[in-house]
């Protein structure tokens, strides 16, 4: 019996050790994510994307040969969670870098983590404390247009039709904060007066109040900031209030649901928006037609649906993290180096990127299209 | 003038809406001395099914109303049979905490059916929005107001002229006196969650084209409709409606006339005066109140 024993043993031993070895150690990529929670609606697409990028490098053979492997951490819109992912994939998954988080104040929360471990951080969210001062944010670079660009975007259009007095309603997130602090820092560069300053809640039902009390302060044009149902709901009184004055909605309007949800109100509605989700109205020549095209029809086609701006911020951080990858190998700083110093006039989903060491975000605001909704579709405006 | 109507009418639209969702609070509280916390979502469920029927089954509009209708009663009754009723306790805390659970857990399920962005279809009424001396009103404000206005009638005829009605309210004083005169107090307290349950859908349906809907507008549209509901003395219909249009018109001055920043906070300092100063609300009567033990 005993020596049966022994043997069955051993091939068992080997059958377990056998199976645990795999024939190429994959490279290891992390992501922390908004997938649950409050900021879910950026989380989703972001997932998406990741993954749709995953499976088409590792059919392509993965990098020189070695398979990658993403590790997605759900932070579930908290910044606490969003911390101790960020343990857990520099520490314990050992990856070479992490995109994400998806809101400004995660992004935040992990940077001191992300900076001593020595990892490099994409982050997709569009805060401008992420990547600025650039001095002390060695580690960290971000996909996202500054909101500061959607602004002077907006500002440009406003000045070239020769408004001055604009009337500001903005949401009471940190999106909507974000945007009104850019709304106010970037008004006197562009000699443009904020006649009235109004808010409202995420969930709220009704604005008129508020754009009444635009229209009564004089303003020549009204200025969005929101994310969620409260542009809609905006549009719709703006449109029922017949205000005479232009909506300009900030570059969180880019999703086809906001015109079908708007109806014909959404008429004239004019944006900054990414030409991720514009992509069919660029000329055949655009740098970043081909790239957008196979985006958007690939993620169509697997996830019903469009991967938008969001999605956009995280295809570009895994492209930049691949191409590094390839060039340099999944050696840490090598690849911060590589994504600061070789990535000029890239052309990526969300604007075309110049890296370099004193910009970490490598977009302006030649990033947006300014969109008008016309005929229930978008059209550039000219 | 024109600037004070529109504030007026803004206030009106919203406050509609906290009406009809406090009232449906008042129906398992006048049944049941149970504060349902999950009654913002059978407003959700409203909306929702509302848009499901109307825009992805394309059944014609007084169908769709029937259906979802329908569809949300029974879900109140599965709501009641499934954690209510197995629970066999008095304890009113107990009972109250149990809906809290069912919120979460019908926010999870809405979320996987319709994911998580907004859904909006047609008013009711199609037409260019009501303007009156330079204000514009939307149509679809009059149906919010309308439909809360025949609830209010129609539960007060239900709770004071017909027998279920009167049981219903007699369970409430005192479940054992009412079982002893041989109401069947389990049944009271199943129907009065399936009418709470329609109440909130119906509510949904009427107010989505207004403010759309998605599956965690729950929460929100509870905490209003409770002041609302609080602000009027818990259990009185009338006083719903009242305190729904004064928070309402009250956040909308204030967001006009102060700044809009400070609106929300209009409902929670309401809540607080009424429960220091007038604990059973403003139509309420303080000493029957505390007879009635809570």
Known sequence: MKPLRLILGALLLLVLTASFVPAQEPIRIGAILSVTGAASFLGEPEKNTILMLKDQINKAGGINGRPVEVIIEDSKSDETQAVLAAKKLVERDKVVAVIGPSTTGESMAVIPTMTQNKVMLISAAAGTGITLPVKERYWIFKTAQYDMSAVEAIYTTLKKKGIAKIGVITITTGYGDAGRKALHEMAPKYGITIVADERYGPKDADMTTQLTKIKAAGAQAVINWSVGPGQVVVTKNWHALKMGIPLYQSHGWGSKKNIELAGKAAEGVIAPLGRVVVWNKLPDNHVQKSLLKKFVTDYTARFKGEPGQFGAHTYDSMQMILEALKKVGPDRSKLRDYVENNLKKWPGAGGVYTMSPTDHCGLDKNAFEMVVVKNGDWMLLK | ?294
């Not at chain 2, 109440?199 to 403010?211: D, K, L, M, Q, R």
Request: glycine fraction near 12%.
């Open chain 2, 1 to 294: 003038m024109t600037v004070f109507l529109q504030f007026l009418f803004s206030g009106l639209t919203v406050g509609s809406v906290y009406a009809l969702i406090g009232m449906g609070f008042n129906i398992i509280y006048n049944a049941t001395s149970i504060i349902n916390l999950a009654q913002g979502e059978f407003v959700v469920i409203g909306g929702l099914l509302m848009w499901f029927f109307l825009e992805s089954c394309n059944v014609p509009f007084f169908a769709a109303i029937g259906l979802s209708i329908l569809s949300a009663g029974l879900i109140g009754l599965i709501m009641e049979r499934l954690t209510i009723r197995p629970l066999r306790t008095n304890d009113l805390l107990v009972m109250t905490m149990v809906t809290i659970a069912v919120s979460i857990v019908m926010r999870g399920l809405l979320m996987f059916k319709f994911g998580k962005e907004p859904y909006s279809y047609a008013a009711f009424t199609e037409g260019d929005p009501l303007v009156i001396g330079g204000a514009v009103i939307q149509l679809q404000t009059f149906w919010v107001l309308g439909i809360t206005a025949a609830c209010i009638l129609g539960l007060y005829a239900f709770f004071n002229l017909t027998m279920v009605g009167k049981a219903m309210r007699a369970c409430s004083f005192d479940p054992t006196a009412a079982s002893l005169v041989g109401i069947p107090v389990s049944r009271m307290i199943m129907f009065s969650f399936i009418l709470s349950a329609v109440v909130g859908a119906v509510g949904g349906a009427a107010i989505t084209p207004i403010s759309l809907m998605e599956y965690d507008k729950g929460p929100m549209l509870a905490v209003k409709g409770f002041c609302a509901a609080i602000m009027g003395g818990l259990g009185r219909g009338r006083g719903a409606i009242v305190g729904g249009l004064t928070i309402g018109i009250l956040e909308s001055m204030t967001a006009g006339y102060l700044h809009s920043g400070l609106k929300d906070a209009v409902a929670l300092v309401i809540l607080l005066a009424i429960l220091f100063f007038r604990p059973a609300g403003m139509f309420g009567n303080t000493t029957m109140q505390r007879l009635k033990g809570h």
